[in-house]
Structure formats: structure tokens, C-alpha cells
């Protein structure tokens, strides 16, 4: 049996699928230019560009948050018998 906190372990799938997702849908859309562009279409694509890459470190740095709470999720809950300490009483 293995001892696991729930809430967290949801949270950091959710948080590894979105990543996944975004990482996914920037590749997906990657702006192609051509030989023969104005100023405006080169500033246009260069923004493009930028975005993509912006959206590739937040999808990163998502599932590098939603790993590390997966981890943290298997070692956060405690067992239930170690609530219960007894203090020993000093011999006089």
C-alpha cells in the first residue's frame, strides 16, 4: 500500500497534461516565411517566433511544476499511527 496524497497528486497530473498540451499545440503552429517579405511581414514573424518560444518555456517550466508535485505526492501524507507519541516520563 502506498501512502499518497491525492489532492497533490491530482493537481500535478493536471498540471503535467497542460504543459504537455501547450507544448503540443506551440509545435504544432511553427510560422514559415519567405524570400520576398516586407518589413511588417519579417516583425510580424519574428513575434510569432518569439510567442512560440515563450509558450515553450511556460509549457516547461508547467510540467516541470506538475513532476515535482507528483513526487512530492507520494512522500506528503503521513501515517496515521505516528500522531500518536507517547512521551516517556523521566525516571526521578
Known amino acids: 500500500m502506498v501512502l499518497v496524497d491525492k489532492r497533490i497528486l491530482s493537481g500535478g497530473v493536471t498540471l503535467l497534461v497542460v504543459g ?19 518589413d511588417e511581414e519579417v516583425i ?21 511544476v506538475g513532476f515535482l508535485l507528483i513526487l512530492i505526492s507520494f512522500g506528503a501524507r503521513r501515517k496515521k499511527d505516528s500522531v500518536k507519541r507517547k512521551e516517556k516520563k523521566p525516571a526521578e
Open 44 to 64: 510580424d514573424l519574428l513575434t510569432a517566433e518569439q510567442e512560440i518560444k515563450d509558450s515553450n518555456t511556460l509549457s516547461g517550466i508547467l510540467m516541470a
Open 20 to 38: 504537455i498540451v501547450i507544448a503540443f499545440y506551440s509545435n504544432s503552429s511553427i510560422p514559415a516565411g519567405h524570400s520576398e517579405m516586407t
